[in-house]
């Protein structure tokens, strides 16, 4: 999957299409027959549609985040993020408190 088509699949997954997401960051529709190509945009580019997705500029480019995160956490990100709005800060604090039970109990 190159640049462009995994761009489009973001873009459906978030509820637009990549002419709408770039009419909205105020850039060009004439580069994406490049990207459909293969061409990359340039960083300042990428870094506008990764911060407007929600999204890291790895993933964009490689379908996947590359971080020091293993797989446990690598879940834990993706699953918050595909939490709705209104659910996140519940999870946040289940989250805070399940730990702080957890470091309780430890110190025992």
């Known amino acids: 999957m190159n640049f ?6 973001i873009c ?4 637009t299409t ?4 770039l009419s909205k960051l105020g850039i060009s529709t004439g580069s994406t027959g490049n990207w459909k190509k293969g061409q990359l945009p340039k960083g300042d580019i990428l870094i506008k549609i990764a911060d407007y997705l929600n999204t890291s500029i790895d993933y964009i ?3 996947e985040f ?7 956490e690598k879940q834990l990100v993706e699953l918050y993020r595909i939490t709705p709005e209104r ?5 946040i ?6 730990v702080q039970e ?3 109990k430890n110190s025992k």
């Open 4 to 9: 462009y088509e995994r761009l489009r699949e």
């Open 12 to 15: 459906k997954k978030k509820g």
């Open 18 to 21: 990549v002419t709408n997401m």
């Open 61 to 63: 480019l490689f379908g």
């Open 66 to 72: 590359r971080s020091d995160l293993n797989s446990d």
């Open 87 to 91: 659910a996140k800060y519940k999870v």
């Open 93 to 98: 604090c289940d989250m805070e408190k399940i």
């Open 102 to 104: 957890e470091i309780r």
